[in-house]
């Protein structure tokens, strides 16, 4: 039931989903989490929940043989061309071999899955050596998550975890990663774009802007909140990547 909540709730985004938000194309953005993957031309590279290509269509211009894993039709059938090779299949129980990879890279996609058994899967099918990925929004800490995984609650109601930071260190070495690392990354959005994904109703995304609007003061300073003259709500949003090795 989970996987088909998932499953129908990117099926109604697919469409838009590549301008739902400012960070799912921003290219420059995208460089950098390639660049903290550390992977060279020629390496297999498992991107996870890969959608509709967007960090696939990066690393594949810059050499690597990336293989491609979702398990939404709808959204891979978008980026499956940008792939050199591709499986239909999920992300907690993957149809690869063991050590068949060089590195593995997911963003964006375990907050749908049992997390901790889809890193283990990441951590299994990687060479020894090789590098885990992990790209997620998170919260500050503790004076901004409540509010937080509320709105992301309202925006994605297929979601099943929210992260502060450190959750994302503690799933790689559960793994079995070391030389765990962390980068925090912002990405500047306008909530009524970013509300408006295609798979919410109305009431869904007018009950977002009402939470910004009526925020408490230490995450409007976390999150930068801005409500310009026009109405406008830009939150710059906080990204953490995770990089573990196996």
Known sequence: MIQQDVREHFSARAERYDRSSHWCGDRAFLERIVDRLGASAGYRVLDVACGTGQVSRVMSERGLRVLGLDFTEAMFRQGRELTEFFVA???????????????????????????????SEMVRVTKPGGRVCLVQLCAFGAEDEREYFEILRLRNPARRNFYRVERLGELLENAGCAKVE??????????????????????????IESCYRSASEPFRRLHEVEIRDDGTILDRMLFAIAIGVC
């Not at 999920?90 to 050590?99: C, R, V």
């Not at 890279?105 to 049992?114: K, L, S």
């Not at 962390?182 to 009950?207: F, L, M, P, T």
């Open 89 to 119: 299949g999920s992300g907690e129980a993957m149809p690869l071999a063991g050590d068949s990879v060089d590195a593995a890279i997911e963003r964006q996609g375990i907050q749908f899955m049992d997390d901790q058994r889809a890193v």
């Open 182 to 207: 962390i980068h925090s990354e912002r990405s500047s959005e306008d909530v009524e774009v970013w509300a408006d994904n295609g798979a919410i109703q109305s009431e869904s995304q007018k009950a």
